[in-house]
């Protein structure tokens, strides 16, 4: 017996699915601390578009830190929120910073992705 994927199908299960856990999570969404190139990551120089290679490099130098992924809020008006997969860094003082991005002319929030808040094995 053969059966036909509906890739289209499954591609809008999923993303129903998701934009649900994610407009669920946005009511804990985390503020920014800390953004590239102002106030304590004044020397550090944004790299947009490149969010996860500037987390490897802030951890490089500062290994007590730790990665964040998740969800950016990203403009939107007032009938909907945008959202992009986004990493930060967590400090050990507890922070989130950007190292990726200026901050922008909007306030932002960060949905951290679920399975990050497992506890450690």
């Not at 934009?19 to 009511?27: H, L, P, R």
């Not at 007032?78 to 901050?103: C, I, K, M, N």
Request: charged fraction near 15%.
């Amino acid at each position: 017996m053969s059966s036909i994927f509906d890739r289209a199908a499954a591609l809008s299960v999923v993303t129903s699915a998701l934009t649900d856990a994610i407009a669920c999570a946005y009511v804990d969404a985390l503020p920014i601390d800390g953004y590239a190139g102002t106030g304590v990551l004044a020397d550090w120089a944004p790299a947009s578009g490149r969010c996860h290679e500037q987390v490897d490099c802030w951890l490089a130098m500062h290994p007590g830190d730790t990665p964040v992924r998740g969800w950016l809020s990203d403009g939107g008006n007032d009938a909907q929120q945008r959202f992009v997969s986004h990493s930060l860094v967590r400090t050990t003082a507890g922070e989130l910073l950007d190292v990726a991005y200026p901050p922008p002319p909007y306030v932002q929030h960060f949905v951290e992705h679920p399975a990050m808040r497992l506890p450690k094995p």
